[in-house]
């Protein structure tokens, strides 16, 4: 009778997850923000956390956050205006001198640790404030990509340094006439964590866990929680784990596998959502022939148009969306999500094993060749599930494929050293529909930031034209074109194979809905009651 | 019930009568009256034409991408993949049959597991048998090499053999000889010192016969059979470790799963009711280690003086 009370008592827990207070978020990450000091730490889990804390001039999705307008006054001056009535969690207000302290903050290099913005701010020769309320960033040369640069430039209250009364001088080295910055240290303390954002840091742990607490001033109305836990649980199985025994009330990346079960559960729901990321084969079209592969003649395939047509048509872009991911994968048609704003309209790619055995026969490549396919193990979601789709897929037009899935340290170091002829890769970030082409198929030009990861050692002057009229284009529509144009080359050309866009998901609640963000960041923020 | 092996032994008109035993006598006197060691054996038979006869039995080429489609991923048992091959054990995710994956599975695991074996025991024995006759310096370097080998666990060892050299078949071997070869040299080098004793070793040193001559034609011969009694043990404990790191993602290709691959690919599907994924390697591997390990164990009992004849 006891064990059948306990029993009962064990269902009853699992069905109703209880909630620790009715107003605390408790949400676990799958991987472990590495600091709350917004400036050196890129990568997806930090940005997270510190979004919570932490507000820049423009948000994520290029709509106004901190600033209210920006204008180019000319093609090297734009001027942003703040607006106004917003304080930080220590009761100061946001002026233009705190955007210029938090502007020489990024250039100021603490231990020589490269800041986010370190290598992106070198055209900026000088901020002004114009008034309290407007600053002016004067560049010496045309830099319209500024405006999406401001994304991951945090704003500090000038009251947190040891700063001199009066205007602050911008310089390049980030002295500006500052005795000191806050530490790293001083931010994970809490004492330094002080900006605009919904949520005040309560505390930080380095394991990945921070508590924050409602920011009840918040410019943009009360937030939702009275209270968010983050924590950290790397494994997939113990995350869901964690939800279904009521310990989170919302978990990252469920793997595809589990969405069944969640459907099935009354209390439970997953909510999915379209990424940035996008997902690609990237080839080496190098002449001289590519690391890796190998033709009978001696010749380079990579190099052939019709081989690299011949690929992309090999592969069912709509059995992987489908079969490895449950339909929660967006099958591309370019190298940027095509539901992402400044991407060009374009038709789906085909899918044609038989037109693609054509091709490789007419290319001269009727008994195949052989390639090296690398692959990260442990990186993109069902990652390695893919490329062995993908081997099976380029294997069955005649090409022979060694597939080599590695851990993403070992994988990282060899692309890096020009070892890899053929492999995935994934990118999403938030600047943009061009970001991706102008870093890995543009000529390399360091003056205006483009071809910096050219590995396809991809050339087309009619491809490079566009990019560097849209790196210097101000003109948003224009910019836009410029891209379109780009783009189009690119995918005629192929230097990659353009596979899918992955969508970010999160299980949680039944209760509660999720209003995703497209740059995989998980905030508290789209989380509310229904 | 085998009181007659006694007799047999016993008897001393019948022993002087008969001629030696030829191997098949001796084979099957270990043997009778153990039907689980005779069923294990049986087993060990089957697993081992299987896996010979694979690429003859399997309705499909695993590891011929072109054969593979992912549209026939996750097919429940008993259902048919796109060119009509019946699919006995289902499919995984990305189309393999289950079967065909299996016995595939079970040549890889019996390979690697054989080759480490038998490669990491001729070293072991070599260096048991130097380390014996050689004494001194020899001696010391091998057995303390043995010593610190033997103080890492084997698994964590052949990660780290891995992370050096990278994954491959190649590579697995290489790991588990490394792992395999320090207690069959422990073994070897204790039995050896008893036999140095003894005189027929005085008898061939006063012949003049150099220390490798001694070792080979005498040593080796006198000191091999408790090798040989731990050989299936080595075996089955092989074919656990080549599984083992396979399914941590660190041993052969993915494109060309073992058993333990098997596993690991089917884990993540366990808990949505994709059952047959890992559960069908999980039997065949289960079901061979048992059969080696019964074999194992009826080898040893007989080896035991103490236990011949009890049982």
Redesign the interface.
């Known amino acids: 009778m006891k064990r059948t009370l306990t029993i009962l008592g064990l269902a009853a827990a699992v069905a109703l997850p209880s909630v620790a207070s009715a107003e605390t978020l408790r949400m676990a990450f799958s991987s472990a923000p590495q600091s709350i000091d917004p400036y050196p730490f890129g990568g997806t889990p930090t940005a997270s956390l510190k979004e919570h804390v932490f507000e820049a001039l423009v948000a994520a999705d290029d709509s106004p956050l901190l600033a209210e307008s920006w204008a180019w006054t000319s093609p090297t001056s734009l001027e942003v205006k703040l607006r106004q009535g917003i304080t930080f969690h220590d009761g100061g207000a946001l002026t233009a001198r705190d955007v210029i302290y938090s502007a020489c903050r990024m250039m100021y290099l603490i231990d020589g640790k490269r800041n986010l913005l370190t290598s992106s701010m070198g055209p900026i020769t000088d901020i002004v404030a114009v008034d309290d309320h407007t600053v002016r960033f004067d560049m010496n040369a045309p830099y319209p990509l500024w405006v999406q640069k401001m994304k991951f430039l945090s704003i500090l209250p000038a009251s947190g340094g040891d700063v001199p009364e009066g205007p602050i001088a911008y310089d390049a080295e980030g002295n500006c006439g500052i005795a000191s910055y806050p530490s790293r240290a001083d931010f994970e303390s809490g004492d330094a964590a002080i900006g605009t954002g919904p949520y005040k840091l309560v505390r930080f742990d380095k394991s990945g866990e921070a508590d924050l607490e409602k920011n009840p001033d918040y410019w943009g109305g009360a937030p939702e929680w009275d209270e968010v836990q983050i924590r950290t649980i790397g494994n997939a199985?113990a995350r869901l784990a964690g939800l279904l025994a009521g310990d989170f009330d919302l978990i990252e990346n469920p793997?595809t596998?589990?969405l069944?079960?969640l459907e099935a559960n009354d209390e439970l729901t997953y909510t999915a959502i379209p990424s940035w990321r996008s997902i690609f084969l990237l080839l080496d079209v190098n002449p001289e022939g590519a690391p890796g592969v190998s033709a009978a003649d001696g010749s380079a395939p990579l190099a052939d148009i019709r081989v690299r047509q011949a690929m992309s048509m090999a592969i069912?872009r709509d059995?992987?969306a489908e079969?490895?991911f449950g339909g929660e994968a967006t099958v591309a048609n370019q190298f940027a999500p095509s539901y992402r704003t400044g991407a060009p309209e374009l038709p789906a790619l085909a899918y044609d094993p038989e037109k693609a055995k054509a091709l490789l026969e007419e290319a001269g490549y009727a008994d195949g060749f052989t390639i090296d396919f690398y692959a990260p193990?442990d990186r993109y979601a069902n990652g390695?599930?893919v490329a062995?789709?993908v081997?099976?897929y380029?294997?069955?037009v005649g090409i022979t494929?060694n597939?080599?899935?590695?851990p993403w340290s070992?994988f990282a170091g060899k692309r890096r050293d020009k070892e890899l002829g053929v492999f995935m890769y994934g990118w999403g970030h938030p600047q943009g529909a061009a970001q991706m082409i102008s870093f890995a198929f543009a000529s390399r030009d360091n003056d205006l930031g483009l071809g910096a990861s050219n590995y396809s050692n991809y050339q087309n002057d009619a491809f490079d034209a566009a990019m560097k009229a849209w790196a210097v284009e101000t003109d948003d529509d224009k910019a836009n074109e410029f891209v379109g144009q780009a783009m189009r080359v690119a995918v005629e050309d192929l230097p990659g194979i353009p596979l899918y866009y992955q969508h970010t998901i999160w299980a949680h609640r039944a209760d509660l809905v999720v209003n995703g963000r497209q740059d995989e960041r998980t905030s508290a923020t789209t989380v509310s009651r229904k | 019930m085998p009181t007659d092996v006694t007799t047999v032994e016993v008897d001393p008109v019948a022993a002087a009568d008969k001629a030696e035993p030829t191997f098949a006598e001796k084979f099957w006197k270990v043997f009778r009256g153990h039907p689980a060691a005779l069923a294990g054996l049986i087993g060990i038979t089957v697993f081992v034409l299987l896996a010979i006869f694979a690429p003859l039995i399997a309705p499909q080429d695993p590891y011929?991408?072109?054969q593979?489609?992912?549209?026939d991923?996750?097919l429940p048992p008993g259902s048919q993949l796109w060119d009509g091959t019946p699919s006995l054990l289902g499919t995984d995710?990305?189309?393999r049959d289950i079967l065909s994956a299996v016995l595939y599975g079970l040549r890889i695991s019996l390979f690697v597991a054989l080759v480490a074996v038998i490669v990491g025991s001729a070293i072991g024995v070599f260096m048991g048998l130097l380390a014996a006759m050689k004494g001194g310096w020899v001696e010391t370097v091998i057995m303390r090499t043995v010593d610190l080998k033997m103080s890492f666990p084997g698994i964590l060892l052949a990660l780290m053999v891995l992370a050096i050299f990278?994954?491959g078949i190649d590579k697995v071997i290489i790991a588990l000889i490394i792992g395999a070869w320090a207690s069959e040299a422990r073994l070897v080098r204790a039995v050896a010192l008893s036999e140095l004793k003894k005189e027929y070793v005085d008898a061939a040193r006063l012949a003049g016969l150099s220390d490798w001559r001694i070792m080979g034609r005498f040593l080796f011969p006198n000191s091999i059979s408790p090798v040989l009694v731990v050989l299936p043990m080595s075996i089955s404990g092989a074919i656990g470790a080549e599984a083992t790191l396979s399914f941590l993602?660190v041993g052969v290709?993915?494109?060309e799963p073992s058993l333990g691959l098997l596993i690991a690919n089917g884990n993540?599907?366990i808990?949505?009711?994709?059952w047959w994924i890992s559960i069908f390697p999980g039997l065949v591997l289960v079901a061979m280690v048992l059969c080696i390990n019964v074999v194992a164990d009826r080898l040893r009992d007989h080896a035991n003086p103490y236990l011949r004849g009890k049982d």
């Open positions: 199985g793997t596998e589990d069944p079960g069912n059995a992987i079969r490895l193990s390695a599930r062995q789709a081997t099976q380029l294997s069955r494929v597939l080599k899935t590695e070992v | 011929d991408q072109t593979l489609d992912i549209l991923g996750l995710a990305l189309g990278g994954t993602g290709p993915i494109t993540d599907y808990l949505s009711g994709k």
